[in-house]
């Protein structure tokens, strides 16, 4: 357990508030990554079927374009997975030292994470490599450029509590 903040030098004790702070961001965000490509697969994979991860590459109207894209979707889950397991147990690392955390910058981390997730898939995905859209047809730029819009408004959101955060925990030292 730590000890006090009473009886640690003002430098230190901001040290281990920066370290805390940290730590907490990088959890959030791999909690924020691994929840947005969640949504994405559930959402726009599973439930509405406006692509899967390779329908620019092999159509799911074959067995084996399926077969392909259900391989695609599963290993993207399997990241998605992974990157919450990480996030779970940082979280707990952190909550066995029995500290303080900032909720404004946990959920700060979590946005920053998710949206930098989106626009991070959109550009590579939709852009870069091609391999699907958001929605393909005659509106699919329309409907990835709104994805990236989204991925960017979160980011920003997650961003701004972040600086807010920051602000309003240096001012309580």
Known sequence: MMPSRSTQ????TQSITDSIRRRLIITGMFLGIGEAGFFDGIIFHQLLQWHHMFSSIATEATVAGLEINTIGDGLFH???WLMVSIGIVLLWQLAKQ????STQTFVGAILLGSGLFNVVEGLIDHHLFGIHHVKAGPNQVVYDLGFLAVGALVAGIGWLLLRQANSS???TL
């Open 9 to 12: 030098p003002q430098s230190e």
């Open 78 to 80: 399997v990241f998605d």
């Open 98 to 101: 029995q500290v303080q955390l």
């Open 169 to 171: 925990e240096s001012e």
